[in-house]
T-cell receptor
Framework: DGGITQSPKYLFRKEGQNVTLSCEQN?????MYWYRQDPGQGLRLIYY???????QKGDIAEGYSVSREKKESFPLTVTSAQKNPTAFYLC???????????FGPGTRLTVT | QKEVEQNSGPLSVPEGAIASLNCTYS??????FFWYRQYSGKSPELIMS????GDKEDGRFTAQLNKASQYVSLLIRDSQPSDSATYLC???????????FGTGTRLQVFP
C-alpha cells in the first residue's frame, strides 16, 4: 500500500528539548511538506522540499529545521528556539510542487 | 484580504440535503484548486481537484470553478451524518510552489 507515515502519533517533551518528527512516503513523490495546525486554525507551512538535498522555508520556519537526504524521508526537528511548539504537525507529499498534496496521519506534539 | 477565504461555519444541513461550501481566492491567475475533508483530530483527506472552469462531479461531490469571479465551491448531494467534518479549500497560484489553504468550513449534517 502506498502512503505517508508519520511517527510517533503522540509525542510529549519538556521545554528546552529538541525533538524530531519522522515522515516517510513510498509514493515516489518528489515534493514533501511540513505544516503546523493549531486548534481552530488553518494549515501553516513550515518547510517544503522540491527534490532531494533541497528545501525552502515556508511561512513559519523559525525554530524548525529539516533535512532531505533521501527521496522517501523528510524529518522535521522542532528546536528549543520554537516559542510555541505544542501543535498538530502534518507531513504531506505531492508528485511535484503545486499539485495535489497527500497527507500523513499527523503527529500531535505537546511540550510542557 | 486573505488569499483564500472560507466561511468558518458551522453549516448545518439535514440528512439527505445538498450542502454547499464556498471558497473565494484573491489571485486572479490561480491555476489549481483542491477540496480536502478533515475529520476532528485527523489529517486532511483530498476529495476533489479542479483545474478548469465549470463543474466536476465525483460520486456525491461536485466541485464548481468560476475563475472570472474567483470562487470555487463544493456541493455534497444526499448529505450524510458521516459527511460532518471541516472542509478545507486549497489553491495553487501561478508560479508558486505552495498550496494556500483556507481555514475551513465546519459542516454538520443532522439526522
Amino acid at each position: 500500500d502506498g502512503g505517508i507515515t508519520q511517527s510517533p502519533k503522540y509525542l510529549f517533551r519538556k521545554e528546552g528539548q529538541n525533538v524530531t518528527l519522522s515522515c516517510e512516503q513510498n509514493l515516489n513523490h518528489d515534493a514533501m511538506y511540513w505544516y503546523r495546525q493549531d486548534p481552530g486554525q488553518g494549515l501553516r507551512l513550515i518547510y517544503y522540499s522540491q527534490i532531494v538535498n533541497d528545501f525552502q522555508k515556508g511561512d513559519i520556519a523559525e525554530g524548525y529545521s529539516v533535512s532531505r537526504e533521501k527521496k522517501e524521508s523528510f524529518p522535521l526537528t522542532v528546536t528549543s528556539a520554537q516559542k510555541n511548539p505544542t501543535a498538530f504537525y502534518l507531513c504531506a507529499s505531492s508528485i511535484v510542487t503545486g499539485y495535489e498534496q497527500y497527507f500523513g496521519p499527523g503527529t500531535r506534539l505537546t511540550v510542557t | 484580504q486573505k488569499e483564500v477565504e472560507q466561511n468558518s461555519g458551522p453549516l448545518s444541513v439535514p440528512e439527505g440535503a445538498i450542502a454547499s461550501l464556498n471558497c473565494t481566492y484573491s489571485d486572479r491567475v490561480s491555476q489549481s484548486f483542491f477540496w480536502y475533508r478533515q475529520y476532528s483530530g485527523k489529517s486532511p483527506e483530498l476529495i476533489m481537484s479542479i483545474y478548469s472552469n465549470g463543474d466536476k462531479e465525483d460520486g456525491r461531490f461536485t466541485a464548481q470553478l468560476n475563475k472570472a469571479s474567483q470562487y470555487v465551491s463544493l456541493l455534497i448531494r444526499d448529505s450524510q451524518p458521516s459527511d460532518s467534518a471541516t472542509y478545507l479549500c486549497a489553491v495553487n497560484m501561478l508560479n508558486t510552489d505552495k498550496l494556500i489553504f483556507g481555514t475551513g468550513t465546519r459542516l454538520q449534517v443532522f439526522p
